[in-house]
């Protein structure tokens, strides 16, 4: 499991990152587990690799929340042929304290590539709201040139013992390059409002962070 601790403001963090001129909106759908699956594999069936990243906010236990990231090869004679699938959770399941409420995530994500997900139409993100784990889905998600900011429907908080629907639901993206790993930042209520985390995304180049990290 990789984490990392750092914070900085928000309009820092996405300082770092080329961005845009003007945001633009991506297309989120909501899908079922496994049906999704279909469309990276024949058999409806995919093969996943996990990674983890610890979210060190300072009240929790390290270890207790984390964002992980799951990957999956496209096969062929699919739709998601040639692609890697990315899939997203973050969780606080399993914590047991009071600590700040997560509003969202940004990765600096690179190219991605849209594939009919839902009702045969092409869409860019989606949220597997049944048939998986998790309570909380995607509001909106707004691309500024590799950079992609995900705004959740709820907060996901911290608050009493554990907690299995302490989670958002997985939510993921395809693209053509095999996964590395970068820098993620959650957005959260507090002070300060944004906290690093690992996470894997496609491979593409990134800009190195400033001295001593984020």
Request: charged share 10%; net charge neutral.
């Given at each position: ?9 928000a309009f820092a963090t996405l300082a770092m990152f080329p961005l845009a001129a003007h945001a633009q909106s991506l297309k989120v759908v909501e899908v079922n587990a496994p049906a999704i ?158 906290y690093a985390v690992d996470a894997r995304v496609p491979t593409h180049p990134v800009a190195a962070d400033p001295p001593g990290g984020l």
């Amino acid at each position: 499991m990789r984490g990392c601790s750092t914070m900085l403001p928000a309009f820092a963090t996405l300082a770092m990152f080329p961005l845009a001129a003007h945001a633009q909106s991506l297309k989120v759908v909501e899908v079922n587990a496994p049906a999704i699956n279909c469309v990276f594999a024949p058999s409806c069936t995919i093969t996943v690799s996990d990674t983890s990243g610890n979210l060190l906010l300072p009240t929790l236990t390290p270890g207790t929340a984390w964002l992980q990231s799951r990957t999956f090869t496209g096969q062929a004679g699919t739709p998601g042929a040639g692609t890697t699938g990315y899939e997203y959770r973050l969780s606080m399941t399993q914590t047991s304290a009071t600590a700040e409420c997560v509003t969202g995530l940004t990765l600096n994500f690179g190219p991605s590539k849209q594939l009919p997900y839902k009702d045969n139409a092409l869409a860019d993100v989606y949220v597997v709201t049944a048939g998986g784990l998790g309570t909380i889905g995607i509001k909106s998600a707004e691309r500024f040139g590799d950079v992609i900011v995900f705004e959740f429907k709820a907060a996901l908080c911290a608050d009493g013992p554990p907690d299995i629907k302490r989670t958002t639901f997985f939510f993921g993206l395809a693209a053509a390059a095999a996964p590395m790993h970068v820098n993620a930042t959650v957005s959260v209520i507090g002070t300060p409002p944004i906290y690093a985390v690992d996470a894997r995304v496609p491979t593409h180049p990134v800009a190195a962070d400033p001295p001593g990290g984020l």
